[in-house]
Structures are given as C-alpha cells and as structure tokens.
C-alpha cells in the first residue's frame, strides 16, 4: 500500500516578495548599469583629453624638430630667415639630402624628390602673404644650386568643419604640396598670435640683448636678393637678428558647449644657427686636377656594372688639403651640360678611388661627372667621364 505525504507547510514567494525583490533587484542593477556609464563616459573624456594632447605635443615637436635646423648648411650670400608673420614661418635650411654619404645635409632621404633638397628652381609665392622668393640665385659653387631648401609652417582657416575659429597647420617643402601637420587648433587665449619672434639687439657699448619683435612690426621679409650686401641694413636686417620663436596655440576635440576638451600649449624654439653663415675657412675653392675613367666591370655577382676611377684631388692629397668628399653626377644619352641634382657622394680620405654603379639598365649608355668639394663647402669645377654602352 502507497503512502502519500503531503507538506502543507512548504509556501512559496507571495506576490508583494516578488515584487520586493525585483524593486531590490532593479535598484542594484540600475547602480550597477550608471556606475559602468559613468565609467564609460570617464574613459571616454580621458580618450578625448589624450587625443587632444597628443595633438599639441605633435605640433610642438614637429616645430622643434625642424625650426633649429634653419640657416644648416646655407651658402654665403643666401639668408637664412625669408620671412616672418604671426602665421607663418619660412627658412632655409640643408634639411634633406638625397645623396648617399651627405655630410653637411642635417638628414639623408635618398627618396626625397630632387626638386626638395635644393634651393627652390622656380619664384614662388609665400603662402599666407604675396611676398615672392626668388628663383635660383643662390649657389654652393660652380654653377651648383644650393643644398639649402624653403622649408615653411603656416597656419589656415581649416574650411572642412562647420566651426568659424579652427585652424589646420601645414609644413612645406619649396613649391611642394603642403603637408598636413594638425587640425583642430585654436587661437590661444587672448588672441595670442601663432607666432611671436625674438631678435638679438647688439650695442657698441653694452652686452647684446634678446628682445621681442612688436606684432606690429610683421611682416618681416629677406627682400633683398642677398644676405650681407650693402643693402641688407634697416628693416630687411631685422630677419637677419631674429634668434627664436615662440608658437602659441589650443588643440581641441572638435566638440562645442561641455563636451570640448582644450589643450593650450606656448613653446619657445630656439634658432641655434641664425646669425652664423658658412664661414670660409678652407681657403681658395677647391681644385680637382683628376681625370675620370669609366669601364664596364662586373660585380661579385657577375652582374653589369660602370666602375668609377680616379685619383685624389690636388687640394686633397697637396695644396691646401681641404677636400671632405667628391660629389658623382650622372647621365644617360644623350649627355648635355646640366648634369642636374648629384648622383651620389663619396667621402674623401683614400689613396685611389673606385666605385661601381650597379644600377645602370644593360644596353644603355652613361656618362659621368665629379667634382672634388672642400669644407666650406664649395665644389670644385667638374670633369667629366668617357661615356660608356652596358652590355
């Protein structure tokens, strides 16, 4: 016989504890949820300050990366400072070199285009001003164009967004298209300008001093052709004594009301360079006195190559011993008499020299040049090579 027992006492949750415990529930539940958010909303404004800064700071070191590289390897007669308003700088400056083995370029990039590592072939407009840079006037010595580049900062109105008081700023190499360095900067507080300038004031009778350039003294332009002539005196002089700029500016997240995130930077760049031009301490332009022979040759892999010969130059194993590196130029046929940017470089400081051009095309016919070039730096005259037919 089956016995069943029946608990009677066993309850379950009435409806007023269910609804207790879900109140209870959703109470935890809802702290929970507005903790995370609060979280989230606190990640994200980190995100957005982080952004902003490093917005800044990458303005702030491009500038001083490039700016004390002003006036680097500039040849006599070449100023240093072209022109200075609140919202642009320009300079020359060595500042790249496509040349293997440059020793006076401040960097190498043997990809950069032959027309940014010279002084600009072309007059140009400024941007920002109607100030004109002249075309190539300036040389490093026989017939070369000089190594000093145009480089430029400025700052635009930035047209893309939907705000009035943004502005976007841009780094230029000669006539180069712009290069794009920020957006979202704003005017410091106070309508600070972008750019302020310091010059270096000399007197006969007391210490020099470095003093502020009056905003409304700007702009302030190399207008004559040369550096140190007769002429470059007054105002034109005045780019010749500015020794630092200090930037100023705001970086945003591009948010308006609440949700904006300011970051306000002001650095002072030094110009170690200006006021120092390449002095000419190596003597008289440097004499080559070598011949140039080219032959084909094959490499350790047996491939065809052009093998470069020559001797020392006069001024560098005699004379006045001044003689750093040889510059190589090159040409395919028809050879005329531009040999154009150089080819290559090869420092000087060996009793005979070879070198081999693996990156001749077989069936194509080559000519070569070089000249010797001493520490000021000048190039000597060029001789030129035989030509000759890769098989």
Known sequence: MSTTTLHRDRKG???????????????????????????????????????????????????????????????????????????????????????????????????????????????????????????????????????????????????????????????????????????????????????RYFRQVDYASAASIIDTIPQASLPVSHSVIYHGVPEDTGSVALADSIRAVRVSFRTTNGMEGEDERITEVSRLIAMPNAGFGVLQTCGDGPILGSALAATNATDTNGDPVAELTWSPATDESGGERDVVRYVIYRQETPIGSDWGDPFLSIPAGQASYTYQDGTVDSGSTYGYALAAQDCTPALSDLTTSNTITIP
């Open 13 to 195: 949750m009435t409806l007023i504890e269910v609804i207790i415990a879900l109140t209870i529930y959703g109470v935890v539940v809802a702290g929970a949820l507005g903790f995370v958010a609060s979280q989230n909303t606190a990640f994200h404004r980190s995100l957005d300050r982080m952004s902003v800064l490093r917005n800044a700071r990458y303005v702030v070191e491009t500038m001083a990366t490039d700016v004390p590289t002003l006036g680097t390897n500039v040849p006599a007669g070449q100023p240093a400072l072209v022109h200075a308003d609140d919202d642009i700088l320009a300079f020359s400056s060595d500042y790249a070199s496509n040349v293997e083995n440059d020793i006076f370029a401040a960097y190498i990039d043997v990809d950069a285009p032959s027309g940014q590592v010279t002084v600009p072939r072309a007059t140009m407009t400024l941007p920002n001003s109607s100030f004109q840079w002249p075309d190539t006037l300036y040389e490093s010595g026989a017939g070369t164009a000089s190594p000093a580049e145009l480089l430029m900062f400025f700052f635009s109105p930035d047209t893309v967004t939907s705000r009035s008081d943004d502005y976007v700023l841009y780094r230029q190499v000669n006539d180069a298209d712009p290069e794009l360095v920020a957006q979202k900067i704003l005017v410091a507080e106070d309508n600070v300008p972008f750019f």
